[in-house]
Nanobody
Framework: QVQLVESGGGLVQPGGSLRLSCAAS????????MGWYRQAPGKERELVAVITSGGRINSADSVKGRFTISRDNDKNTVNLEMNRLKPEDTAVYYC???????????????WGQGTQVTVSS
């Protein structure tokens, strides 16, 4: 079984910074893409940023220049450095990983439990 455990959410003032971390553990053969999505109240879940095992990044236009995603393939972790936060960044942030399962012989998508990020004065 695979688990994704997030940490680092909280309350921050506009213009501030937060760092989110996510660690994958369990029966892991290969992690393809890891990243972050978010869901604000009353809205659909949306992509924030994802990174492949080779380091290719896809991120939302709304966070480019403010958020930085990084990954440690040896430790199976992914981090999201969030700077110049805005009230509209308030959401539950979910870690996501696409992991190859030896047991099932296929890629399986996993989600973390979510961590709340609130940007407010």
């Amino acid at each position: 079984q695979v688990q994704l455990v997030e940490s680092g959410g909280g309350l921050v003032q506009p213009g501030g910074s937060l760092r989110l971390s996510c660690a994958a553990s369990g029966s892991i053969f290969r992690i393809n893409t890891m990243g972050w999505y978010r869901q604000a109240p009353g809205k659909e879940r949306e992509l924030v940023a994802v990174i492949t095992s080779g380091g290719r990044i896809n991120s939302a236009d709304s966070v480019k220049g403010r958020f930085t995603i990084s990954r440690d393939n040896d430790k199976n972790t992914v981090n999201l450095e969030m700077n110049r936060l805005k009230p509209e960044d308030t959401a539950v942030y979910y870690c996501n990983a696409d992991i190859y399962s030896v047991e099932y012989g296929a890629d399986i998508e996993y989600w973390g439990q979510g961590t709340q990020v609130t940007v407010s004065s």
